[in-house]
């Protein structure tokens, strides 16, 4: 069972249960990419090697968005999807460091005498560009330096996926154009988000696609408008759909937020309040606006076909 301790700098004395962080993976491990993953994967392993436990140490919020970016407000894995992930992936303990305005002004000097001594770590994992302390001063070889033989530093080398670094940014900036596809890819599966089904304006049902409206509850980045074929997950099992990312603009809404709908197919349980959990595999079209809701019902039956054929072949793909 992985455990998740909440720190806040300057650490307090050790306790007396002896050290949670054998070996330690540092950084934000937004999305737990394929290049996280390895990251990840060196570390747990190294843990299992020295039979120690394997630690991530993560910062919440996202350091950037203290920084004032507000996009980094999204998260692709917000902390519950992050643990859940951090956790299928063998992780003993995550260590999630309050990232304060204060936070930001602790040297890397600190941070190794202040956080990671006390951890009691044997092990640091860092990626080759992993950067900490007061204005990033801190690089790899400086935390090899500070760590003065008392812990072992292990650098992880760039994970290249066709030609490109793959990182949290790229993954972002796949899904901001609908390419969930590429999202997928470097992510090592689909992009998701979860969310709670609930009432839209019954309109679905009276043009012949009823439809479940998930409200994604947490900060989540949301791909493109768009339509797109998904796998929903409800009551533990999958369901193949298709959905509109939007805003209506048939109907004249005067939405500011996009809204997510999702008519899955052959299937019609009441599925009100419950947690859903969305899988994005492939974008079809755009959203726009119809001319007559006629027009609008004949393509929504287009993108079912679409959708339909699309994961009735992934599915037999992935059957072979
Ligand atoms: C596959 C699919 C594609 C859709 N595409 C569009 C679109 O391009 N433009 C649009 O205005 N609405 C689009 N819609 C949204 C429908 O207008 C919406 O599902 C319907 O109004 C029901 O809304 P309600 O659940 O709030 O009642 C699409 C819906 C689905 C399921
Ligand atoms: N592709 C990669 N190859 C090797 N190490 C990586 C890779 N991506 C990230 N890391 C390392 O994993 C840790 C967490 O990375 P972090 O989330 O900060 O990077 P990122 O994915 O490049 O994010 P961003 O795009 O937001 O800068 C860091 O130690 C970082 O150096």
């Known amino acids: 069972m992985m455990r998740t301790l909440q720190l806040t700098f300057p650490l307090p004395s050790p306790g007396g249960e002896g050290p949670p962080c054998g ?24 843990g299992r090697e020295l039979a120690l436990p394997a630690a991530i140490m993560t910062f919440h919020p996202h350091p950037r968005q203290v920084l004032g970016m507000d996009k980094y407000t999204r998260l ?4 519950p999807a992050k ?7 063998g992780v003993d303990t995550l260590c999630v460091v309050d ?3 204060s936070f930001m002004c602790v040297t890397p000097e600190q941070f190794v005498e202040e956080m990671l001594i006390p951890l009691g770590v044997n092990t640091v994992f860092v990626g080759f560009d992993f950067t900490f302390g007061h204005r990033g001063a801190g690089t790899p070889d400086t935390l ?8 072992a530093v292990e650098v992880v080398r760039p994970f ?9 940014t790229l993954v972002r900036e796949a899904l901001l154009a609908g390419r969930v596809r590429q999202a997928a890819h470097l992510l090592g599966r689909p992009y998701h988000v979860t969310g709670t089904v609930v009432h839209g304006d019954g309109r679905g049902h009276s043009i012949g696609f009823p439809t479940a409206n998930v409200e994604v509850r947490e900060p989540y980045v949301v791909p493109a408008n768009g339509v797109y074929a998904v796998q929903v997950e409800v009551r533990g099992q999958k369901k193949a759909g298709v959905m509109n990312l939007g805003v209506k603009p048939t109907f004249g809404s005067d939405l500011q937020e996009p809204v997510l709908e999702a ?33 609008l019902i004949e393509q929504i039956g287009r ?14 793909a992935e059957m072979l």
Do not use: W
Request: net charge negative.
């Open 83 to 89: 643990e859940k992930r951090l956790r299928e992936l």
């Open 99 to 101: 990232f304060s305005k």
């Open 263 to 295: 008519h899955l197919f052959d299937f019609d349980d009441s599925v009100y309040g419950e947690e859903v959990r969305v899988e994005f595999i492939e974008y079809i079209r755009a959203e726009r606006r119809f001319e007559s809701v006629g027009e």
């Open 76 to 79: 692709l894995t917000p902390l």
């Open 144 to 151: 090899c330096e500070l760590a003065a033989g008392r812990f």
């Open 160 to 168: 290249h996926m066709d030609g490109q670094k793959v990182s949290s």
């Open 303 to 316: 993108d079912a076909r679409e959708a339909r054929n699309l994961l009735t072949e992934e599915n037999s």
């Open 23 to 46: 070996v330690l993976a540092i950084g934000d491990f937004d999305g737990v990419h394929l290049g996280h993953q390895e990251v990840i994967g060196r570390a747990v392993e190294r």
